[in-house]
């Protein structure tokens, strides 16, 4: 599929490009410190900090990988915003941000070092920083794809240009100029997307014509989660709750830095508990904007014989290039501009999001802590920039990795799910059980990594998993109906396994004196006094709200 | 910050002030969708205009 652009549309993307890197020239000249070049001066409104959090998220896997995922699940899609995220978020917000911006850590991996040791910092820094560099190289990698298949750009100069505009940005204005985009990608998104929304619904017959020609299997939240076999997802209530529910919606919302940073930057405590809450109240309604558009190209295949989702290679449709080519039936010249500068904004936050997480983690976990300890801090400032270069560097190394080898993202990706899994139950011992040790921390992480892989390499679902079998000349311990399932479960077993081992080895191991863990650990910290707040500051009361909303949506769409 | 270097309104503001000019134009020289670019375009301008207004409400404050 090609899409064919006129003047408008490259003056859109050209306006686009011009602001982007008009924010970090303009915020360049307040970069005077590592403070304000890393953390943005603790001195991000709440307001912006709340709509980066969760436009951090809004990459261009989650646009267009939700879209495909809305034609291919249904509204179960939805799953990843009301089970997967809202909950996660609100739990952030009142129980772990206190913790996080009351230690005065700048850095998910500093928490760590405070709360446990160097040696558990330095296992999750060090994973944390790889990951995001490859994340950050995915990312341009499918930006580059998607632009030669849709206008036809040359490969290489699509990766060096999108490469560049981020760099310009990110090198110039650091944290603040990123967490700024992110805010003005996260409108161009929304809005740059509703108009489709509109046209789509508008074209089938509005909701009713939409369920009237979706198969009404895809049309339920948690109808046939009974069963595995019963639903479009191919997993069950258990392990929809527990793996994607609680492990790793709270493993990725709580302590993947790259989001929780946005809330670390504001300027109050109290407002670094409402980002995230106040994040979950736009995020519950993002299903509309990403997984919708999904759903109504279903519709549309049936009642429009000239629109179809176009077809893979290998047979089948090709679900990622849904929202592209609903771009491409319902957008005339203009609004098409709009929408394709869209798509590239959620390519360029996820990139950005991720280079400036790592360099904030290389600077002060790795380089700061391993390297060289006590310099000026003009040094540190010096070497952040650096650092944001070579992230763009290396992110564009990947981008060629993965043209190369697509089997070595998805096995690294794989790998990266076995780091993230378990590191929940390390943060969550941590600031709710004084007596996790340090020693339980960093063997509870190893073990939960290491059941992961495990259960990954003796189970198998839709032909992936099970090499541990093959290796061992045993049949695989179990089939799961999808891949998704799978990796609800393989989630679920490594946060067992690092929890339980984390609290074995504590009960014989060393234990911290109870003074030092003195803010670092919900017992020992005097609770924060939030009866006097306004209730639109209060994060109970706020995040009361979000979740009975969100139980409501369950009920209505169950 | 966001009052001594750079107020994120205005630029959010001025930013879709600008592409609602540019979809007015397409509306104008568009064979096809001229009218949900207007549409689009004055949705645009609104929000533009009132992200833009939101900041000086907030400095005459």
């Known amino acids: ?558 | 910050m966001e009052n001594n270097s750079l107020d994120l309104r205005i630029v959010i503001g001025l930013f879709f002030i600008i592409i609602s000019i540019l979809l007015l134009i397409a509306s104008f020289v568009t064979a096809n969708g001229s009218e949900i670019n207007r549409i689009t375009g004055l949705t645009f301008l609104a929000f533009g205009i009132i992200m833009y207004a939101l900041s000086k409400i907030r400095k005459m404050k």
């Open chain 1, 1 to 558: 599929m090609k899409l064919e652009l006129n003047l408008v549309d490259y003056l859109v993307i050209l306006t686009y490009f011009i602001f982007v890197i008009g924010i970090g020239y303009v915020l360049k000249k307040k970069m005077k410190t590592s403070n304000d070049f890393l953390m943005s001066g603790r001195s991000i409104p709440m307001w912006v900090a709340s709509l980066a959090f969760i436009s951090a998220n809004l990459g261009a896997q989650e646009v267009l990988g939700m879209a495909a995922s809305g034609a291919k699940y249904g509204l179960y899609t939805t799953h990843f915003y009301w089970l997967g995220a809202a909950l996660a978020m609100v739990f952030l917000g009142i129980f772990m941000m206190p913790f996080y911006y009351g230690s005065k850590a700048r850095s998910v991996p500093e928490y760590l070092a405070l709360r446990y040791d160097e040696k558990t910092r330095g296992f999750n820094a060090i994973t944390f920083a790889i990951m995001t560099i490859f994340s950050s190289g995915i990312s341009l990698y499918a930006l580059a794809i998607l632009l030669q298949a849709m206008l036809g750009w040359n490969f290489n100069s699509s990766i060096m240009v999108s490469s560049v505009i981020v760099l310009a940005y990110t090198y110039l204005g650091g944290l603040t100029s990123a967490v700024y985009n992110e805010v003005l990608q996260f409108f161009l998104i929304v809005l740059g997307i509703a108009p489709l929304v509109y046209l789509g619904l508008h074209h089938v017959g509005g909701w009713e014509g939409l369920k009237a020609n979706v198969a009404p299997e895809l049309m339920h939240v948690w109808k046939g989660m009974g069963s595995d076999k019963t639903n479009p997802m191919g997993t069950n209530y258990g392990s929809l709750i527990f793996g994607l529910g609680f492990v790793l919606a709270f493993g990725y919302w709580c302590t993947d830095f790259l989001v929780v940073q946005r809330a670390m930057v504001t300027k109050h405590i109290n407002d670094a508990q409402m980002t995230p809450i106040y994040a979950s109240i736009p995020k519950i309604f993002m299903p509309i904007i990403v997984i919708l558009p999904g759903i109504i190209a279903l519709a549309l295949m049936k009642t429009d014989p000239s629109y179809t989702i176009p077809l893979a290679k290998g047979g089948g449709y090709d679900y990622n290039m849904t929202l592209p080519s609903l771009l491409q039936h319902f957008y005339p010249n203009g609004l098409l501009g709009v929408g394709l500068t869209a798509l590239i904004a959620s390519f360029m936050s996820g990139m950005a999001g991720n280079v400036t997480a790592f360099n904030t983690v290389f600077t002060f976990d790795i380089y700061q802590s391993y390297i060289k300890k006590d310099a000026p801090d003009n040094h540190y400032l010096k070497v952040g920039k650096v650092v944001t270069v070579v992230g763009i560097i290396a992110s564009i190394a990947t981008a060629y990795l993965a043209k190369s080898f697509d089997n070595i993202m998805d096995f690294l990706q794989l790998v990266f799910g076995f780091i993230n899994a378990p590191l929940f139950a390390t943060f969550f011992l941590g600031m709710f059980w004084k007596k996790a040790t340090a020693n339980g921390a960093f063997y509870g992480l190893i073990s939960g990594t290491a059941a992961a892989a495990a259960t990954h390499g003796l189970t198998i679902a839709e032909g992936k998993g099970g090499w541990l079998a093959h290796m061992l000349h045993i049949d695989p311990l179990f089939t799961f109906s999808s891949s998704m399932g799978q990796n609800f479960n393989i989630a679920s077993v490594a946060f067992i396994v690092c929890f339980l081992v984390t609290w074995f080895i504590s009960l014989f191991t060393k234990k911290r004196e109870e003074s030092a863990l003195v803010g670092l650990v919900y017992s020992l910290t005097e609770r924060q006094k939030t009866g006097h707040f306004v209730w639109y500051k209060n994060p109970v009361i706020v995040g009361s709200l979000v979740v009975i909303v969100t139980i409501i949506f369950n009920i209505i769409f169950f």
